[in-house]
């Protein structure tokens, strides 16, 4: 007999959000990060710089989108939680459409979180000045991580953003089935 699925916790994240996503989610970042990365080697850019640089970016942005995405994430459980999604949570649709929401929410959060702790370690150990024999071999793998996790954490709220015109579109067809 199998165990029966759970709605809880990162593996419904996972489950819900899926690889899928994440891959499709993974295309800008990844074209941004090797963009940026061979524009810096063409034009020879003191690589170091651009990655103490582009970490304070991330670092000044990334808490506030965080902010900012809970901010919405508690005002969309408002709605959930409300009478104006009784009807929608009645159908497989609005379930699915929930646990997507939930999901692409959590997703976001823990990916910006992510960002927020490897910026803070980055951005210590490039400001200890430690001398590397090939420091570009180093260097660049890592500006090329902050630029994808970066680049990921912003485009990933196009998702949030369309998942929240969805649900306020919900509110329509809940109008819609009363009208009629």
Same mark, same amino acid.
């Given at each position: 007999?199998?165990?029966?699925? =759970?709605? /809880?916790?990162?593996?419904?994240?996972?489950?819900?959000?899926?690889?899928?996503?994440?891959?499709?989610?993974?295309?800008?970042?990844?074209?941004?990060?090797?963009?940026? *990365?061979?524009?810096?080697?063409?034009?020879?850019?003191?690589?170091?710089?651009?990655?103490?640089?582009?970490?304070?970016?991330?670092?000044?942005?990334?808490?506030?989108?965080?902010?900012?995405?809970?901010?919405?994430?508690?005002?969309?459980?408002?709605?959930?939680?409300?009478?104006?999604?009784? =009807?929608?949570?009645?159908?497989?649709?609005?379930?699915?459409?929930?646990?997507?929401?939930? #999901?692409?929410?959590?997703? *976001?959060? /823990?990916?910006?979180?992510?960002?927020?702790? &490897?910026?803070?370690?980055?951005?210590?150990?490039?400001?200890?000045?430690?001398?590397?024999?090939?420091?570009?071999? &180093?260097?660049?793998?890592?500006?090329?991580?902050? *630029?994808?996790?970066?680049?990921? =954490?912003? #485009?990933?709220?196009?998702?949030?953003?369309?998942?929240?015109?969805?649900?306020?579109?919900?509110?329509?067809?809940?109008?819609?089935?009363?009208?009629?």
């Amino acid at each position: 007999m199998r165990k029966p699925l =759970s709605i /809880f916790g990162w593996k419904a994240i996972l489950r819900n959000y899926g690889w899928t996503s994440f891959w499709l989610d993974s295309i800008l970042p990844l074209i941004v990060s090797l963009g940026l *990365c061979t524009l810096m080697y063409v034009k020879d850019a003191d690589i170091l710089l651009q990655l103490k640089h582009l970490v304070g970016v991330g670092i000044s942005i990334v808490p506030a989108m965080v902010a900012l995405i809970l901010t919405a994430y508690t005002i969309m459980l408002t709605f959930i939680i409300g009478d104006k999604f009784a =009807s929608i949570k009645k159908t497989e649709e609005g379930r699915q459409l929930i646990q997507d929401l939930n #999901s692409s929410f959590a997703a *976001c959060l /823990f990916v910006s979180t992510i960002s927020i702790i &490897v910026m803070i370690i980055i951005s210590s150990i490039a400001n200890m000045g430690i001398a590397i024999e090939e420091p570009n071999t &180093v260097n660049y793998p890592v500006y090329f991580l902050v *630029c994808y996790l970066l680049v990921y =954490s912003v #485009s990933i709220l196009i998702g949030i953003v369309i998942d929240i015109f969805n649900s306020g579109q919900t509110t329509l067809l809940d109008d819609d089935s009363n009208a009629g």
